[in-house]
């Protein structure tokens, strides 16, 4: 097996491990994560670091933590007025609750949209799975809701009322995995254009301080090789307070 391949797989069996403890409430057991990594023949160095990650990634390992540990005050007091929002609804019986995902399968809207209504409630206890992954509860819960009800409306297309319930719960899980997954990749390419600025600026303040004067594009082109789109780039991510650089001489685009 090829590296790159050995990289995917284990990405693929961590992203595994991490679905399987989210179904199960957040907690998964040693036993199932040693398990999952059986074939990369992981050291105990090795085994130990892919823990750190999954408890980083609210991931508990055997015995489940308390969620509110990880609430902020802010967090706290908006999730007491989702759940005060939400003590008017009257509650669904089992056999309501039957009859109801009976009538969602059929094609009834009516009974979609209020089964989506009675589960609003685990919202939370879904979004406390995905906490301290860049993404505030606030926003998970909204995204949550929204897939919630979007997922209703499509119902119809199962076969079998008894998966109503897991088929709404995935694809609340599916938004929120979704929306921290946009957070990572917007984070990854804000700090890929900070680091384009530092560079540049890095480069410039160099090139400045062996000549005792704010160098031109064309001095840093000839001193790195770089082409002058970067050097352009970089200025305006800068929002031209890269003060070594002189860009007087230069179409920017900027007005």
């Excluded at 284990?10 to 491990?17: D, I, Q, S, Y």
């Excluded at 406390?128 to 606030?138: A, I, S, W």
């Amino acid at each position: 097996m090829s590296t790159n391949n050995k990289e995917i797989e284990f990405g693929e069996a961590l992203a595994k491990v991490k679905r399987q403890a989210r179904e199960n409430g957040g907690v998964i057991s040693s036993g199932s994560v040693r398990a999952a990594f059986s074939a990369f023949d992981l050291d105990d160095t090795r085994m130990e670091e892919v823990f750190k990650y999954l408890r980083e990634s609210r991931i508990s390992i055997d015995e489940k933590a308390d969620d509110d540990d990880y609430l902020s005050e802010d967090e706290k007091d908006y999730l007491a007025d989702y759940i005060s929002s939400l003590e008017g609804m009257e509650k669904l019986g089992e056999i309501e609750k039957s009859r109801l995902a009976e009538l969602a399968v059929s094609g009834d809207a009516d009974a979609q949209m209020r089964y989506a209504q009675d589960m609003l409630s685990v919202i939370p206890d879904i979004a406390r799975l995905y906490l301290q992954q860049g993404v505030m509860l606030e926003d998970l819960i909204g995204e949550g809701n929204v897939a919630l009800f979007h997922a209703a409306s499509l119902l119809g297309a199962l076969e079998d009322a008894s998966e109503v319930d897991t088929t709404l719960s995935h694809a609340v899980m599916d938004a929120m995995e979704s929306l921290i997954a946009d957070n990572l990749q917007e984070d990854a390419r804000g700090q890929r254009a900070v680091n384009r600025v530092n560079e540049v600026a890095d480069r410039a303040k160099e090139l400045a301080d062996d000549l005792r004067r704010p160098v031109t594009p064309e001095e840093l082109i000839n001193e790195t090789g770089w082409k002058l789109e970067k050097i352009i780039d970089a200025w305006k991510l800068s929002g031209g307070m890269i003060e070594d650089l002189d860009m007087s001489q230069v179409k920017t685009g900027e007005k």
